[in-house]
């Protein structure tokens, strides 16, 4: 690899360890990739292990699909797709942060509260796939859909998990960190809301 590859290896790598220990990649899920020159993409593949990528766990696909696309990540198409409509798109991520994807389960909107969630982030729509059955037959088209139309660069997606692009890696491993912070504090915000609820009822 060259100077320019062995830096976007090491950001990748970097970004992609801290997003596992975060909990926001696992072991069967989960993707990134960056936009290379035009008409192909660097992205991870199937079986790779995320908090040790390294030169062996990426692909660099072009669009039109060949052989390689059987070793690529699942999320291969989704991220193809984005590449090719959205301009401004050099770094795509998916995964599934555990407070974010809990609180899409019960709440249709995310609403920030906290101080940075609110000044950093938009209130987020919660996608709805309804049918999981046939959701991967569809996910390319409709999330490619949803940031044309939205003009976000984040989309939560029930039960499934978070998608965000962005021109900046560190930038869209933050807007990460954001949300789910902020759906943490949502989450026992809430909680301490109705233990407060209750205890207000044996109140004398």
């Known amino acids: ?34 936009k290379l020159e035009e008409g192909h993409f660097l992205i991870n593949k199937k079986d790779a292990i995320f908090d040790d990528l390294d030169e062996e766990s990426l692909i660099m696909l072009y669009h039109k699909r060949d052989y390689r696309w059987n070793d690529a990540s699942m999320d291969a198409f989704i991220h193809s797709l984005l590449y090719q409509n959205i301009p401004n798109a050099k770094y795509i991520a998916y995964g599934m942060p555990p407070f974010t994807v809990s609180y899409t389960l019960t709440h249709n909107k995310i609403v920030p509260k906290d101080y940075f969630g609110y000044k950093m982030l938009d209130t987020l729509e919660v996608y709805n796939p309804k049918d999981f059955d046939s959701w991967y037959e569809r996910a390319d088209v409709e999330i490619n859909r949803y940031f044309k139309e939205s ?45 407060k609820q209750t205890q207000d009822l044996f109140d004398i």
Do not use: P, W
């Not at 060259?2 to 993707?31: E, P, V």
């Not at 998990?161 to 949502?186: M, P, W």
């Open 1 to 34: 690899m060259d100077m320019l590859d062995k830096k976007i290896l090491q950001n990748l790598k970097t970004i992609s360890l801290s997003m596992f220990r975060k909990n926001f990649f696992g072991i069967f899920h989960g993707s990134i990739s960056t």
């Open 151 to 195: 003009g976000k660069k984040i989309m939560v997606i029930r039960g499934y998990g978070v998608y965000v692009y962005h021109r900046d890696l560190q930038v869209l491993s933050k807007l990460f960190a954001l949300l789910e912070n902020t759906c943490k504090i949502l989450h026992f915000s809430s909680l301490l809301e109705g233990s």
